[in-house]
């Protein structure tokens, strides 16, 4: 499967950003999803996931401000980012996993960036 994320820029902090994340092939309905996250000079890091049936699970430090869905019949996951923060900066990356096994396919990363 391949990935493209969409959807980063520059906000204010407080503001809201969604992301986008498309995929390719007819198989997306039986992926797990997620979003990492890397910052300049920090290793990535878990953002959240969800599952092929669409629970959803998130890193403490975005619960609550984060949201993550998805939509099958667009082969598309989408995590709105509200109430962000400067240290929400980060490229953005969406991955997907078949069955319970690593993220093993990877967008290419998108730049979201939070002003104080």
Known sequence: VQLQASGGGLVQAGGSLRLSCAAS??????YGMGWFR?????????????????NTY???????????????????MYLQMNNLKPE???VYYCAARSGSSSFEYWGQGTQVTVSS
Do not use: C, H, L, M
């Open 58 to 76: 998130y890193a403490d430090s975005v619960k609550g401000r984060f949201t993550i869905s998805r939509d099958n019949a667009k082969s598309t």
């Open 88 to 90: 929400d900066t980060a």
């Open 25 to 30: 092939g007819r198989t997306f309905g039986t």
């Open 38 to 54: 890397q910052a300049p000079g920090k290793e990535r890091e878990f953002v959240g996931r969800v599952t092929w049936g669409g």
